[in-house]
């Protein structure tokens, strides 16, 4: 079955530092990709998706490009603030399920 | 903007109570979901409902039901409460077009004592 796989956290960074937080995925056919994040006391939000091989979603200055060939959408920012500490989700849907597949989550914390 | 609204953000029961999660979103969204969410273990599904009165078993649906007698209002039942469903209920919507993207209530933080 489908399967999301995300590096374990927490991810502490110093403030304007670079950010990624991997991701790779197993699915039948060619799954749409997201990135969802939990603010502390909050409920999941859409970060950014991808729906093909090679498009880069991008949303508040991260990004994350939709590698068919490594099966892999790599979250990144160029220059994390503290209002960035958050949990990030990495998530797919195939077969035009409208249920995604989640990934554990990756904590992040950034200090001033 | 979409919005679901979960009715209790923190709940605190004793085992064997029966439990009400309620969560009513206002954009006519077909598909509604109930997750819970714990440290490590990340989203589990529990139910889902893609349409009035129909529901379907997520991942760990025991120990649970749902109702879904109007549209917009999609509700998490434990019949008997338990220690180990301590947990964060998440609630969330989508169209049924959409492959994908949910939108999520706040949560409902429970503890059963």
Redesign the interface.
Known sequence: GDSVTQMEGPVTLSEEAFLTINCTYTATGYPSLFWYVQYPGEGLQLLLKATKADDKGSNKGFEATYRKETTSFHLEKGSVQVSDSAVYFCALASGGSYIPTFGRGTSLIVHP | DVK?TQSSRYLVKRTGEKVFLECVQDMDHE?M?WYRQDP????R?IY?SYDVKMKEKGDIPEGYSVSREKKERFSLILESASTNQTSMY?C?S??????????????SRLTVL
């Open positions: 679901v598909n979901f490590g273990l990340g989203l599904l889902f998440l969330a989508t169209l049924r077009t959409t492959t994908g993207e949910l939108f999520f209530g706040e949560g």
